[in-house]
C-alpha cells in the first residue's frame, strides 16, 4: 500500500504569512513613526492657536474646527491601517452626519464628531504607534550597527569603537557585540510587531459584550423604524382613501342613483349621468392603481431599479435627470427603501418645493452600499414632520438599516441622500 504524501503548501504559507505581516507591521511602525509625529504636532498647534485665539475675533474657532478634522483623518488612518495588516474586519471610521439641517445642526454634528469613541480609539492607537515606530526606527539603527560590527575585521585594525557605548574595544569584542546586538534588537523588533498587533486588538477591536449591545440597540432602533414607518404609510394611504377615492367613489353612486330615477323620464339626461359616472369611475381606477403602486412597485421586482426609477421619472410632474449606475441587484427590502425615498421625494419636489428641475443620481458603493442622492431648484425649507413624507422616508431607511441626509436650506436647492446596505 502507498500512501500519498501531506500537503506542504499550507504547512510552508502560515510561518511565511506570519513573517510577512511581522515585517508589514515593523514598516508600518516606521512610516508611523514620521507620519504620526507630523500629525499630533499639526494637533498640538492647532489646539495651542485655537485656545489662544478663540476670543480674538473668534479666529481660535477655526482653528479648533480644523483640530477636529485632523483628528478624525488621524484616526482614520489608523483604522485604515490596522484592518489593512490585520484584516480584522473593522468598519471604516466615517465622519457623524449633520442631526438636522442649519447652521445648529452642524453645530451638533461637529460636538458629536468630538466626542465620538471610535474616533479617539483610533486617535490612542496612533499614538502607541507612533511610539512604537520610533523604538522601531531605534532598534532597526541598532541592527544596521551590528551587523557592521559583525564585518569589523574586514575593514578596521585591532580596535574598534561601539557606537553605542562610545568606548574602543578589540576587534574579537566587537564582533561578539555585533552578534548580540543583532540578536537583540530582532528578538526585540518582532516583540514589538506582535506587541502592535495585540494593543491594535485591543483598541480597535469592540468586545463581544459591547457588539452585542450596540448590535441590540441597533435592532431596536431598526425596529422602531419599520413600526413607525408602518404607521406612516398605515396613515398615508388612510388620507389618500378618504380624501380622494372615496369621495369619488360616493360621487359615483350618487351619480348612478340620480340616473336610476331619471332612465324612464328623461333618457336623454340619464344617459349622460351614466357617461359622467363612467368617467368618474375610471378616474377611481387610476387613483387606486397609483395608490396600489405607491404601497408596492411590481416593475421593481420584475425589471429592477433602473427600470423602475425610468417609469416613475416618466410619471413625475417636474422634470427629472436619472443618473443610474448600478451592477446587478441588490437585496429586495435595498431596492424597495432607495425607490420609495426616491418617489417620495419627488412627490414633495412637485407638491412643495416649486422645482423646475430634479436630478436623481444612483451608485452601487464600493463598501457594498445602495447609494442615492436626489436634489432640486426649488424653494428649499423642508423639514421632517411627524406623519410627514420626509417622516416617512427616514423611517423607511432606518428600518432597512440605512442612513439619511437631508440639506434643504430655505431658498433652495434640497437635496437628500440615502444609503442602504445591499445586501441583508
Not at 148 to 154: K, V
Not at 156 to 179: F, Q, Y
Request: aromatic share 6%.
Amino acid at each position: 500500500m502507498t500512501t500519498s504524501p501531506a500537503p506542504a503548501v499550507p504547512a510552508a504559507t502560515a510561518p511565511r504569512n506570519k513573517a510577512l505581516r511581522v515585517l508589514g507591521a515593523l514598516a508600518q511602525l516606521a512610516a508611523m513613526a514620521v507620519a504620526g509625529t507630523v500629525l499630533f504636532s499639526i494637533l498640538a498647534v492647532l489646539l495651542s492657536l485655537g485656545l489662544s485665539l478663540l476670543l480674538v475675533l473668534g479666529i481660535g474657532a477655526l482653528f479648533l474646527i480644523a483640530f477636529i478634522y485632523v483628528l478624525y483623518f488621524t484616526g482614520w488612518l489608523e483604522y485604515g491601517r490596522a484592518d489593512g495588516l490585520y484584516d480584522y474586519g473593522l468598519p471604516s471610521l466615517r465622519t457623524r452626519r449633520m442631526p438636522s439641517p442649519g447652521f445648529g445642526g452642524w453645530l451638533r454634528m461637529l460636538w458629536q464628531q468630538f466626542i465620538d469613541g471610535p474616533m479617539w480609539r483610533g486617535v490612542a492607537s496612533a499614538a502607541i504607534a507612533t511610539v512604537l515606530g520610533s523604538v522601531v526606527l531605534w532598534l532597526v539603527g541598532t541592527l544596521a550597527a551590528g551587523i557592521a560590527l559583525l564585518f569589523s575585521p574586514l575593514y578596521s585594525g585591532e580596535s574598534v569603537r561601539l557606537p553605542w557605548l562610545s568606548v574602543t574595544t578589540a576587534t574579537g569584542w566587537a564582533v561578539v557585540a555585533g552578534v548580540v546586538a543583532i540578536i537583540v534588537s530582532a528578538a526585540l523588533l518582532v516583540g514589538i510587531a506582535v506587541l502592535d498587533g495585540v494593543l491594535t486588538r485591543a483598541i480597535l477591536v469592540p468586545s463581544e459584550e459591547a457588539m452585542l449591545a450596540e448590535r441590540a440597540r441597533t435592532s431596536d432602533v431598526q425596529r422602531a423604524g419599520a413600526v413607525r414607518a408602518s404607521e406612516v404609510e398605515r396613515t398615508r394611504i388612510e388620507r389618500d382613501l378618504h380624501d380622494g377615492v372615496q369621495p369619488r367613489l360616493v360621487s359615483v353612486g350618487m351619480t348612478l342613483g340620480l340616473a336610476q330615477q331619471k332612465i324612464d323620464s328623461d333618457p336623454d339626461a340619464a344617459r349622460e349621468l351614466i357617461a359622467e359616472a363612467h368617467t368618474s369611475t375610471k378616474a377611481a381606477i387610476t387613483e387606486l392603481r397609483q395608490l396600489a403602486r405607491g404601497i408596492h412597485a411590481s416593475v421593481l421586482d420584475d425589471r429592477g431599479l433602473d427600470a423602475a426609477l425610468s417609469a416613475l421619472a416618466a410619471r413625475s410632474h417636474v422634470p427629472v435627470h436619472l443618473d443610474i449606475r448600478v451592477d446587478g441587484r441588490c437585496t429586495r427590502e435595498a431596492e424597495a427603501a432607495v425607490y420609495f425615498a426616491i418617489a417620495e421625494s419627488l412627490t414633495n419636489a412637485a407638491k412643495h418645493s416649486r422645482a423646475s428641475d430634479c436630478r436623481v443620481t444612483v451608485r452601487n458603493r464600493e463598501d457594498g452600499t445602495l447609494w442615492a442622492r436626489v436634489e432640486d431648484n426649488g424653494t428649499g425649507g423642508a423639514r421632517v414632520l411627524p406623519g410627514g413624507g420626509l417622516d416617512g422616508i427616514f423611517n423607511r431607511i432606518v428600518a432597512a438599516r440605512g442612513t439619511v441626509r437631508l440639506d434643504s436650506p430655505v431658498g433652495g436647492p434640497t437635496s437628500l441622500e440615502v444609503s442602504v446596505p445591499c445586501a441583508s
